[in-house]
Protein backbone atom coordinates (compact mmCIF):
# COMPACT_ATOMS: atom_id res chain seq x y z
CA UNK A 1 0.00 0.00 0.00
CA UNK A 2 1.30 3.35 -1.25
CA UNK A 3 0.00 6.78 0.73
CA UNK A 4 0.94 10.37 0.19
CA UNK A 5 -0.66 13.01 2.20
CA UNK A 6 0.50 16.86 0.59
CA UNK A 7 -1.10 19.22 2.93
CA UNK A 8 -1.73 22.68 1.61
CA UNK A 9 -1.26 25.13 4.23
CA UNK A 10 -2.80 28.09 3.01
CA UNK A 11 -5.82 26.45 0.62
CA UNK A 12 -8.61 27.71 2.37
CA UNK A 13 -8.65 30.84 2.79
CA UNK A 14 -8.76 32.64 6.28
CA UNK A 15 -11.20 35.31 7.43
CA UNK A 16 -9.39 37.82 8.72
CA UNK A 17 -10.27 39.81 11.92
CA UNK A 18 -12.59 42.14 11.04
CA UNK A 19 -14.20 40.72 8.34
CA UNK A 20 -17.72 41.05 9.59
CA UNK A 21 -16.79 45.29 8.53
CA UNK A 22 -16.71 43.64 5.25
CA UNK A 23 -20.10 41.72 5.41
CA UNK A 24 -21.53 44.64 6.66
CA UNK A 25 -20.33 46.84 3.84
CA UNK A 26 -21.91 44.61 1.27
CA UNK A 27 -24.93 44.40 3.13
CA UNK A 28 -24.77 48.64 3.34
CA UNK A 29 -23.74 48.68 -0.13
CA UNK A 30 -27.37 46.42 -1.28
CA UNK A 31 -29.71 48.79 0.57
CA UNK A 32 -28.11 51.67 -0.79
CA UNK A 33 -27.82 50.63 -4.82
CA UNK A 34 -31.86 48.27 -5.26
CA UNK A 35 -30.61 45.89 -7.78
CA UNK A 36 -27.25 45.36 -6.70
CA UNK A 37 -26.28 42.23 -5.18
CA UNK A 38 -23.05 40.69 -3.92
CA UNK A 39 -22.58 36.39 -4.14
CA UNK A 40 -19.71 33.88 -3.92
CA UNK A 41 -17.69 32.45 -1.75
CA UNK A 42 -16.46 35.88 -0.05
CA UNK A 43 -20.28 36.79 1.52
CA UNK A 44 -21.70 33.23 2.52
CA UNK A 45 -18.35 30.90 3.15
CA UNK A 46 -15.88 29.31 1.38
CA UNK A 47 -16.95 25.85 0.33
CA UNK A 48 -18.13 25.12 -2.96
CA UNK A 49 -21.33 24.07 -1.14
CA UNK A 50 -21.18 27.39 0.60
CA UNK A 51 -21.01 29.19 -3.25
CA UNK A 52 -23.94 27.42 -4.20
CA UNK A 53 -26.15 27.79 -1.31
CA UNK A 54 -25.04 31.61 -1.73
CA UNK A 55 -26.66 31.93 -5.24
CA UNK A 56 -29.78 30.32 -4.42
CA UNK A 57 -29.80 32.54 -1.68
CA UNK A 58 -29.10 35.25 -3.81
CA UNK A 59 -31.73 34.44 -6.35
CA UNK A 60 -34.38 34.05 -3.93
CA UNK A 61 -33.43 37.63 -2.83
CA UNK A 62 -33.22 38.98 -6.14
CA UNK A 63 -36.82 37.29 -7.19
CA UNK A 64 -38.38 38.89 -4.06
CA UNK A 65 -37.65 42.46 -4.75
Not at 3 to 23: D, F, N, S
Not at 28 to 49: C, K
Amino acid sequence: MFVRIRKWEKAIPQYTLGYKKVTTLFDQLERQFPGLFFAGNFRRGISIGDSVLSAHETVKEMLQK
